[in-house]
């Protein structure tokens, strides 16, 4: 009996140190990396969106100021969501093929 409370106590730190928390957050490490890789990559496509669309509908540097930093925040909050989510299954997925 020992020896499968040991087992068990043993997976539970094990799992609890593979998360990560932060104010208002918890969140597995795969998630946290899936999270910062979407957020760069957000960024930087929602600027280059933003970019365009500032040029094509507004007149002046302001207005494509205004379009870069909001397309930009906008893909980083959109690509952070969508990094968290879809980063474990990645790894989910190789870890089955693995087996």
Do not use: C, N, W, Y
């Amino acid at each position: 009996m020992s020896d499968a409370r040991e087992r068990a106590k043993k997976e539970l730190e094990e799992e609890a140190e593979g998360f990560t928390g932060g104010p208002g957050v918890v969140a597995s490490k795969t998630q946290a990396r899936g999270s910062l890789a979407g957020i760069v990559v957000g960024v930087v496509v929602g600027a280059i969106l933003g970019l365009i669309v500032g040029a094509i509908f507004f007149q002046g540097t302001l207005g494509i100021v205004i379009g870069v930093v909001s397309f930009a925040f906008g893909g980083a909050t959109f690509g952070g969501l969508a990094g968290g989510s879809f980063g474990p299954r990645h790894k989910l997925e190789g870890s089955e093929a693995d087996r």
